[in-house]
């Protein structure tokens, strides 16, 4: 992908987040990540049903990629089951990590290829997904 198309869709992201606002509806579970070197923190919330996630709502203070990541990861995971979350999860980390990971899975998220080469953005990147990830290990647990 293209350097600018890439610039285009973060900033895109960034400054017209999906989803941004949470509501007041108790069938969410919930979720607060932060960062605590930087401003990063995103409460996210996701209401899954029969194994599929149905709904994900954020809101927070963050950076351009912190929110910008948030807003991807929205649109990726929406509609998906857990386990196609999971899949896509663990490759967005891998591709974070400068590990082996399917690029047709992260769909948009694929954005972040590069983001290895500012170590201190990583964090930021991947502060949602952490969220998130927290959101299905307790809706599996319940």
């Known amino acids: 992908m293209d350097n600018n198309l890439k610039r285009n869709i973060i900033l895109d992201h960034y400054q017209n987040p999906k989803n941004r606002g949470l509501i007041n509806d108790s069938t969410y579970l919930i979720s607060n990540t932060n960062n605590e070197s930087c401003i990063d923190e995103i409460n996210l919330m996701a209401k899954i049903e029969n194994n599929k996630i149905c709904d994900i709502r954020f809101d927070g203070e963050a950076c351009a990629i912190c929110t910008s990541s948030t807003s991807i ?3 990726t995971l929406l509609n998906k089951t857990i386990e196609e979350a999971n899949k896509i999860y663990e490759n967005f980390e891998n ?4 590990k082996e990971y ?6 948009q998220a694929v954005v972040y290829d590069d983001i290895y080469k500012q170590p201190n953005r990583k964090k930021c990147a991947l502060l949602p997904w ?8 307790e ?3 319940d």
């Open 73 to 75: 990861m929205i649109d």
């Open 95 to 98: 591709m974070i990590n400068e």
């Open 102 to 107: 399917d690029k047709e899975l992260l769909e």
């Open 130 to 137: 952490w969220g998130i990830k927290k959101i299905i290990e």
């Open 139 to 141: 809706y599996k647990n």
